[in-house]
């Protein structure tokens, strides 16, 4: 009887142990008390302030929340978000690239936010966001991702670089109707001849669409089919870029010494233009010394205003996170007019990706044609189609990169891109 007595108390002790052990593992989502959530987010100095202060805006209307912002360089930022979801250390909430949220939503480690913003908790609804900037943040009416706001692709143009190159503003040439590809061309070869650079080009998809279909082409057709072999349009614009790669007027921002970027040679005025979103305008407005405005891209369809792809980033909120409803009530609030306003009036880094609030835009007072801004967002778009197939988007740049090195020609490289994303496509929807 003895022994059956210990071996019973033994018995409920390792019970006791076992549902102590699966408690340990269980989420937390209690939000009493003070609650302290992190958030991780790339830019420069100048973005990083303009992110605080939607920040410090939500912990003044939430005290019992604290919002710490923990900054990731943008190189190597995907890889080190994927190894802290992993590993179970990513932080509550955090921004994903629109070329690789599909990816992250496959690791099942983010929240779907569907129901909590149709909730009172939310202080924004689905609706409010601009149509076409979901792209594959949203699977089957699952929204995985809010977009933060938006950056539709424009010029920067160096004012002092032009006038010393004998070059004329842009926005004559626009006014003129002649602010196309062979002005461009012409343009940037008077820059070059000067000493100076014409143009960085970026080797990401986003500078890639924006050619691609201010040329009125297309890549991948309604389906997601790549039609590159067969569009003439956007093979052209494959053309063009490597033409002007070859003759000098464009360099390839991947072909320039270490940590030398085209935004540091536009403040230093050794180029003449860079394409960007509004990410560049608080660190440019910042040096007093340089002189600049926006133009848009120039097109080969006789439009003015083509459409330019628009860059945006998605707010994700981790699955593990010991504070669900505190981290989605936040997401809510950044990606919120309220939030967005917060963070883009004055010299902003981007434009809203929510309804109603165009006046961050229009009333802001440099440069003086910010309003190009607005018109590239109503006509541009995201891709959701290179975007949807995890991965994809890496592979297809990658090839592109030794286009934009010149050691691939134009049309090697249409042949490979083609046979690349064919192979892709087929795998992904063959699963």
Request: hydrophobic share 35%; glycine share 10%.
């Amino acid at each position: 009887m003895e022994r059956l007595a210990y071996l019973t108390v033994l018995i409920l002790l390792l019970f006791s142990l076992l549902l102590s052990a699966c408690g340990g593992n269980h989420r937390e989502n209690t939000d009493d008390g003070e609650v302290q959530l992190t958030m991780s987010a790339w830019g420069n100095p100048a973005e990083i302030k303009v992110y605080q202060k939607a920040l410090d805006a939500f912990m003044a209307d939430n005290p019992e929340i604290k919002v710490e912002l923990v900054p990731i360089p943008n190189d190597g930022y995907q890889d080190k978000i994927m190894t802290q979801l992993s590993g179970g250390k990513a932080p509550d909430i955090f921004y994903v690239g629109s070329e690789w949220i599909s990816k992250i939503v496959e690791t099942g480690k983010v929240v779907d936010l569907s129901d909590f913003l149709s909730s009172d908790e939310s202080y924004v609804k689905p609706d409010e966001f601009a149509e076409g900037l979901w792209g594959a943040a949203k699977i089957n009416n699952q929204i995985y991702g809010l977009a933060v706001d938006c950056n539709p692709f424009v010029l920067y143009y160096n004012k002092k670089v032009l006038e010393e190159a004998g070059v004329k503003s842009p926005q004559e040439y626009y006014d003129e109707g002649k602010w196309n590809w062979d002005t461009f061309a012409e343009v940037t070869a008077q820059i070059k001849e000067s000493g100076k650079k014409g143009f960085i080009l970026d080797g990401w998809s986003g500078p890639l669409f924006t050619w691609i279909w201010t040329n009125g082409g297309e890549m991948y057709d309604e389906d997601g089919h790549i039609i590159l072999s067969e569009n003439e349009e956007a093979q052209e614009a494959f053309k063009y870029i490597s033409d002007m790669l070859q003759q000098g007027n464009f360099t390839y921002s991947g072909s320039l010494p270490q940590g030398q970027g085209g935004d540091a040679m536009f403040m230093s005025n050794q180029v003449g233009f860079v394409g960007a979103g509004r990410w560049y305008t608080p660190m440019f407005s910042e040096n007093k010394a340089l002189e600049f405005d926006y133009i848009p891209y120039p097109t080969n369809t006789g439009e003015q205003q083509g459409t330019v792809s628009i860059a945006t980033a998605y707010m994700v909120v981790n699955k593990d996170s010991k504070h669900l409803d505190a981290a989605m009530k936040f997401a809510s609030f950044y990606t919120s007019p309220e939030g967005q306003k917060a963070r883009l009036e004055g010299n902003g880094n981007a434009v809203p990706s929510v309804l109603g609030a165009d006046e961050i835009i229009t009333e802001a007072e440099f440069p003086e044609h910010a309003g190009y801004l607005l018109d590239a967002r109503n006509k541009g778009r995201v891709d959701d189609k290179q975007s949807v197939v995890p991965g994809m988007d890496k592979e297809i740049m990658d090839i592109i990169d030794l286009m934009y090195l010149g050691e691939q020609s134009a049309e090697q490289t249409i042949q490979a891109v083609t046979k690349k994303a064919t192979e892709m496509i087929d795998e992904y929807r063959n699963q």
